[in-house]
C-alpha cells in the first residue's frame, strides 16, 4: 500500500511537471469554462428570473463552469498516456517494479489538481462576478475538491480508451461524451421546467446530481442530500472509470 | 538446451557469480560431474501467438548462465522483440514457461522487474524531462533509497558521457545519446539481468563502440548477465558468449561464436559465375560433385562452397566448373563468419534492410529445426 502511494505520488509530480512545460495547452482549459460562463450569465442571466424562478444565475451557472473545466482538463490523461505509449516510455514505466495501479493513479490524480487549480479559478471568476458561496469557505473547499475528484473520475474514461486503443482520437472521446451528459442535466434551467422525457433523462443522469451538490454548495447552504446524491455519482464514476482502466492495463500486456 | 537439440558445448567463456563480494569462476556445463550452472534465463516451450494464426515465437528452449552475454541474432520478424517482451513480463506467454532471476515471469512479474533492466528497441525516453530527472525518477520506482537517488543518476550520467547534457530536455538528445540514457536508465538499481533489445541499430559506428565497451566493462566488472538481440553479427561475434540464431519463431542454432563457425565447416569458397540462373544452377550441380564439400548455396550471383582447407579445394572446384563450361569472375577464400552460419540455418543472409536472398536450400530448411 504505501509502495502504491509513493510511486502515485512520483508518477503524479511527473505529470504535473509535464502540464508546467506545456502551459499553451491549458489556455483552452482555462478559456472555455470561462467564455461560456460569461455569455451564458449575460445572454439569460436578466431574464433567468422571470424565466424559471433563478434569481441569482451567476451563481447557478458556477457549477457548469467548473463541469466544462473538468471536460476539457480531464483528456489530458489520456493524451499524455498515448503520448508514453508512442514514445516506448509506457513500456519503460511498465518494466518497474511500480504497482500497476500507480501508473494510471498517477495521471488521474494529476488530472484531479490540474481541475482543482482550474475550480479554484473559476470560483475566484464567480465570487467576483457575484455569485456568492451560501457556505463560505468550507464550501469553497467542499467544491473545489468536488471538482478534483470528479475530475481524477472522469479522466479514466479517455485513459481507459488511450489504453485499449493507442489513439489520440480516441483519448479525446471522453470530451466529446462529456458535453450531451452536460446538456442532459440541469446545467442551464431547474429540471422543474423540463418537458418530461428531458426530467426522465436528466433523472438518470449522474451529472445531474453532480451539479445539483455543487450548486447547493454556492446557492443554497449545507444540504447533506445533495452533497450524498454529488459524491455518490463521482464515486460511482470512479468505480466504472477505473475498472475500464484496470481491464484495458490488462489488456496491453495479453 | 530444447528438444531437438544437439548441444555445442565445447569449453565455453567461464561465467562468473558474484558470492559475499567474491568472484566465483563457475565450472562449466560439460566435463565436470556434478557440475550446475546457475541460470539466470530459462524458457521452456515458450510461444507466442497473435489473431490465433501468427506465430511470432513458436516453441523456445534457452538457457542463460548468469554473468554470461548472450546474443539473440534474427532479421526483422524473426521473433526476437516478442521472446524479449516476453521474458521481461510485457506480454503474456501463449504457451510455455520461463524463468528470470530465478522467478516466474508470470507468476512473479513483479519480483522480476525488479531484477531486470531492460533496453527496449524504441528508446522509450519522456522528450518533456531533463535526463536528470528522468533517471531519479526511474530510481525512486525501482525503490533507490532517496538518499542514493541523486547520487546514482549523477553517477550513471557520467558512465555514459551525458553530464553536460544532464540537465537539458531530452527532446534535444541526439540519437547516440538518447540510446545512453536509455542504457543508464536500464541500470539505475544495479539489476543482475539486463535486456538489450538492438541496442545499436541505427547509431554511429562511434556510439556503437561506446554501447559495446559500456557492455563488456558491466560484464567483466560487475558480472552482469545481458540478454542482447541484434541484427548486426559483429556485434554477436564482438559481444557475446553464447549467440542462437532466430528465424521464423524458432531458434536454429545456438552455441558460442567458434563453436557456431566450426560446425559449418573451416572455409567459404565464394565462386561469383558468369552468366545468369541457368550457368548459377549448373554451377552449383558441378562443384557438388567435389568430395571434400560440406554444403553448397547459390546466393545471387555465386555459389558459396563450405569445405575444409579451401585453398587446396580452389584449384579442383575451378577445374569442375571448367568442365562445365562454365567461369568464375571472382573466387575468394575466407573463414566462416556467422552470416555464412546463418545463411546455412535459414537459407538467407541476415540482412539489415531485411532483404532475403533465398537460395535452394531454403526450402529444405523450411521446417526451422535445429542441428
Keep these: 500500500m504505501m509502495r502504491t502511494l509513493l510511486d502515485t505520488y512520483q508518477l503524479t509530480l511527473r505529470a504535473l511537471r509535464e502540464s508546467a512545460r506545456q502551459p499553451a495547452l491549458e489556455i483552452g482549459n482555462v478559456f472555455i469554462p470561462m467564455f461560456f460562463f460569461a455569455v451564458t450569465v449575460g445572454a439569460i442571466g436578466n431574464v433567468a428570473g422571470r424565466a424559471f424562478g433563478v434569481d441569482n444565475y451567476t451563481g447557478f451557472q458556477l457549477p457548469v463552469a467548473v463541469l466544462q473545466a473538468v471536460a476539457g482538463a480531464s483528456g489530458t490523461a489520456g493524451l499524455g498516456t498515448v503520448t508514453d505509449i508512442e514514445r516506448g516510455y509506457f513500456d519503460k514505466l511498465m518494466l518497474t517494479p511500480a504497482p500497476r495501479i500507480s501508473l494510471v493513479l498517477g495521471r488521474l490524480c494529476a488530472d484531479g489538481v490540474r481541475v482543482m487549480a482550474l475550480t479554484i479559478l473559476i470560483t475566484v471568476v464567480g465570487l467576483i462576478a457575484g455569485s456568492g458561496m451560501k457556505t463560505g469557505p468550507l464550501g469553497v473547499v467542499v467544491l473545489v475538491t468536488m471538482g478534483g475528484v470528479f475530475g481524477l473520475a472522469y479522466s479514466g474514461l479517455g485513459l481507459a480508451l488511450a489504453l485499449k486503443t493507442g489513439s489520440a482520437q480516441a483519448a479525446q472521446l471522453g470530451f466529446l461524451i462529456f458535453f450531451p451528459l452536460v446538456f442532459l442535466s440541469p446545467a442551464f434551467a431547474p429540471k422543474q421546467v423540463f418537458a418530461p422525457w428531458l426530467q426522465f433523462l436528466a433523472t438518470i443522469n449522474p451529472v445531474t446530481y453532480i451539479v445539483e451538490g455543487m450548486r447547493a454548495l454556492v446557492l443554497d447552504g449545507w444540504d447533506a442530500g445533495s452533497l450524498a446524491g454529488a459524491f455518490g455519482s463521482i464515486a460511482g464514476l470512479g468505480i466504472f472509470t477505473l475498472t475500464l482502466v484496470l481491464l484495458a492495463l490488462r489488456s496491453r500486456t495479453a | ?371
Excluded: C
Excluded at chain 2, 521452456?44 to 516453441?59: E, I, Q, S, T, Y
Excluded at chain 2, 531530452?170 to 538492438?198: C, N, Q, W
Excluded at chain 2, 558468449?241 to 560446425?263: F, Q, T, W
Design chain 2, 1 to 371: 538446451m530444447g528438444v531437438g537439440t544437439r548441444p555445442l558445448r565445447k569449453p565455453q567463456r567461464r561465467p562468473r557469480l558474484r558470492t559475499a563480494g567474491r568472484r566465483v569462476d563457475l565450472p562449466h556445463r560439460d566435463g565436470i560431474r556434478g557440475a550446475r550452472t546457475i541460470e539466470a534465463i530459462a524458457a521452456h516451450g515458450l510461444v507466442k501467438h497473435f489473431n490465433g494464426d501468427v506465430r511470432a515465437v513458436d516453441g523456445i528452449d534457452l538457457s542463460v548462465a548468469e554473468g554470461e552475454i548472450f546474443a539473440f541474432l534474427g532479421a526483422n520478424g524473426s521473433g526476437k522483440t516478442t521472446t524479449v517482451r516476453m521474458l521481461t513480463t510485457l506480454l503474456r506467454p501463449t504457451a510455455g514457461s520461463a524463468a528470470v532471476a530465478g522467478f516466474d515471469v508470470l507468476r512473479r512479474a513483479s519480483a522480476v522487474r525488479r531484477r531486470i533492466g531492460v533496453a527496449l528497441q524504441e528508446a522509450g525516453l519522456d522528450d518533456l524531462q531533463t535526463g536528470r530527472e528522468l533517471l531519479s525518477l526511474q530510481a525512486r520506482l525501482y525503490e533507490v533509497p532517496a538518499r542514493e537517488v541523486a547520487a546514482r543518476a549523477t553517477h550513471l550520467l557520467r558512465v555514459v558521457d551525458l553530464e553536460d547534457a544532464a540537465d537539458r530536455r531530452i527532446k534535444t538528445y541526439s540519437g547516440g545519446m538518447r540510446r545512453r540514457l536509455d542504457l543508464a536508465a536500464a541500470l539505475v538499481h544495479r539489476p543482475g539481468v539486463v535486456f538489450l533489445d538492438e541496442p545499436t541499430t541505427g547509431l554511429d559506428p562511434i556510439s556503437r563502440e561506446a554501447i559495446w565497451r559500456y557492455v563488456g566493462e558491466l560484464n567483466r566488472g560487475e558480472g552482469v548477465t545481458f540478454f542482447l538481440t541484434t541484427q548486426y553479427l559483429e556485434e554477436a561475434d564482438r559481444l557475446a558468449h553464447n549467440v542462437a540464431i532466430m528465424d521464423r519463431g524458432r531458434i536454429v542454432a545456438e552455441g558460442s561464436p567458434e563453436e557456431l563457425k566450426s560446425a559449418i565447416g573451416t572455409d567459404v569458397v565464394t565462386l561469383r559465375i558468369e552468366g545468369g540462373s541457368d550457368e548459377l544452377a549448373r554451377a552449383e550441380q558441378a562443384v557438388r560433385r567435389f568430395d571434400g564439400v560440406e554444403d553448397v548455396r547459390a546466393v545471387d550471383d555465386a555459389v558459396i562452397v563450405y569445405v575444409r582447407e579451401g585453398s587446396a579445394a580452389i584449384a579442383r572446384l575451378v577445374l569442375l566448373l571448367d568442365e562445365a563450361s562454365l567461369r568464375a569472375r571472382e573466387v575468394t577464400l575466407a573463414r566462416p563468419t556467422l552470416d555464412d552460419v546463418f545463411l546455412q540455418r535459414t537459407g538467407h543472409h541476415l540482412d539489415a534492410e531485411d532483404r532475403t536472398i533465398e537460395g535452394p536450400a531454403a526450402r529444405g530448411q523450411a521446417d526451422g529445426t535445429r542441428p
